[in-house]
């Protein structure tokens, strides 16, 4: 009898070992984006014409890169590397535990061609088709990084337990 070896589904690629951004990467997604609007997005059936593509807010977090992305399939924070704390070398497609002020959020690592070689992006909208401006997908980018850099408030003070007194009044005949 010979025994069966389990053989995964998929096997991830090995980890792409990202270069870290001096400067702000904005321009580079901005720019690796629309490529991709141009050369492959349009006329989509799940595209949204009423918005463009536009990297947005991207700033030094614990030295790497924060900030949104809005194309017309996609509203999106994005994380690259900047040789700070939050950016780990993963493999595309799996996802990677980011540690930012709101708590872990679960951020998808991907790769491209040429510009881009390695980011992760936190989707934030399964649909954009409900959005009915660009104003809107930026005002979702901006929402989305106030609440990941805000710390979640601390929890409230337990109330000091209450002492019904009733029934001590009762056992001493009051």
């Known amino acids: ?22 400067a702000s990467p904005q321009d580079a997604v901005q720019a690796h984006f629309d490529t991709v ?22 700033a030094r977090i614990d030295g790497d890169w924060l900030g949104g992305l809005v194309t017309p399939w996609c509203v999106q924070l994005m994380l690259l590397p900047g040789g700070g704390r939050l950016w780990a070398d993963v493999s595309a497609g799996t996802r990677s535990a980011v540690a930012l002020p709101v708590g872990m959020l679960p951020f998808i690592a991907d790769t491209s061609d040429g ?3 390695a980011f992760q992006y936190f989707p934030l909208l399964n649909s954009v088709s409900g959005l009915p401006a660009m104003a809107s997908a930026e005002a979702v980018i901006h929402d989305a990084l106030a ?6 408030a601390p929890p409230p ?15 001493r005949g009051k």
């Open 37 to 58: 609007w141009r050369t492959a997005m349009q006329g989509l059936p799940f595209v949204n014409d009423a918005l463009q593509v536009r990297a947005l807010r991207f």
């Open 147 to 152: 609440a990941a850099l805000t710390p979640p």
């Open 1 to 22: 009898m010979s025994a069966r070896m389990r053989i995964p589904a998929w096997t991830p690629p090995p980890p792409v070992v990202a270069m870290p951004w001096d």
């Open 157 to 171: 003070e337990p109330a000091a337990p209450q002492i019904d007194t009733g029934r001590r009044r009762f056992l």
């Open 115 to 117: 510009m881009l070689p």
